[in-house]
């Protein structure tokens, strides 16, 4: 691995690092349950969209993008994981090196990749909820494409800005900075949207009278922006705890207790799956079409 990776604040896997039995066999189990879930579920979302007229709307293209990313997780990234922490476990073999280079750009770009489809979803809310009747024109003229390529342009920049960039330039801060950007983006988007909907509940109720189409087409999209705000927030929960570790270096990077951290975050990427399945009708209604298909039901 080149010189220039020495200080990435990224698990680097060396000497010494074999697994006890007690971690190794539960985290190979876990990873195993999220490799296999994750990609039947992410490959079901981008199936729902893509045979689903009703599903072919703009944020729901952006779902189908974030479960790309999700899979390179769950398709990539967690094979190669379990291949190391089968070696770790059994065979006390920490000689990975082949392993860990790819697994660690590919965890990258999906990270910064979610992170990013996060920051798009939200602007795209933002627009939904507040402009409901300008929504379609402006995502089907440019909007979409845009917020598609601006999300896997940032996501490659990043793994290269964390990967290339010689030592002398801080890149631990800039990094900090871009996911800072899509953290203030999504923050900004959500107040907004928030202030918006109290303005027009008290609007509503001063005037009390029956429900324009506007804020009829609004209602509807406040309801998918909650789905989405908890897709966000689940993600959140499963990858700070380990960014935090990473940045603070609280814990050995080689250790169980960050291995299990590092689970916890990948585990989101199998969890989107079923977040829409509770909270999307159209979505509910595909899946059991495709599962009628596979098992004649």
Partial sequence: MNSSLENTPIPSFKADCALPLAHG????????????FGTLGNVMVCLAVFINPRLRRSSNYLLFSLAIADLIV????????????????FFEDCSTAHLNFPYMILSSISCSASVAHLAAISVDRLIAVCFPLRHKTRMNKCGLTTMLVISWVYSISVTVLTFVLPKS???????????????????????????????????????????SSSEMSSRMEVRITCTLAIV?????????????ALFAAVIKFDGPTFMWLFTLAFSNSAMNFWIYTARIPDFRDVYAKIRRKVFWL
């Fill in 25 to 36: 066999i539960p985290l190979i189990a876990v990873n195993a349950m999220i490799c296999v």
């Fill in 74 to 89: 769950t398709l990539v990234c967690e094979p190669l994981l379990l291949k190391i922490f089968s070696k770790r476990t």
């Fill in 169 to 211: 330039i801080p890149r631990g801060l800039l990094v900090g900075i871009l996911y800072g950007l899509c953290v203030l983006i999504i923050v900004l988007s959500y107040l907004i949207i928030l202030a918006f909907v109290f303005y027009q509940k008290r609007k509503r109720n001063k005037l009390k009278g029956r429900p």
């Fill in 232 to 244: 966000i927030g689940v993600f959140t929960v499963c990858w700070v705890p380990v960014i935090a």
